[in-house]
């Protein structure tokens, strides 16, 4: 007959994992606006101003995911990613999640979502950047 009994060191590995599993579930879920449905509304376009800064930075495109899996391209689309933001203060530069470019007029990266992620990009996870 089988011994079914469950070690104290068994429960302490059981439990132990199943925190771990709930501590990284509840950062995913933290990142990804708390599992929370969100409704948007269609932004407002602003009056059109001249920012050289902002004109430079439209002169590149970061949408190339030839090297990207069909797992991290639909994670870019679940996420709605789009290269020019449609709200004039929620942009990628201003985002905790974003990792810049060495240099201006590059694509930069993101803690969160795979590929070239451009300066003035925006996704639904955008997060204000802790100064």
Known sequence: MDDK???RRDFL???GALGLAGLGASSLLS???G???QQQTAPQPEAASVDTAAAASADF???DVSGLTAEEIQMRESLQYTDHSPYP???C???QLFIPAESPNQCGACQLIKGPIHPDGYC??????VS
């Open 35 to 37: 599992g929370q449905q």
């Open 124 to 129: 639904t996870s955008w997060v204000q950047k």
């Open 5 to 7: 009994r469950v070690t």
């Open 93 to 95: 530069s201003n985002c």
């Open 31 to 33: 990142a990804c606006g």
């Open 89 to 91: 203060d929620k942009t």
């Open 13 to 15: 590995l059981r439990v």
């Open 61 to 63: 495109s970061c949408t």
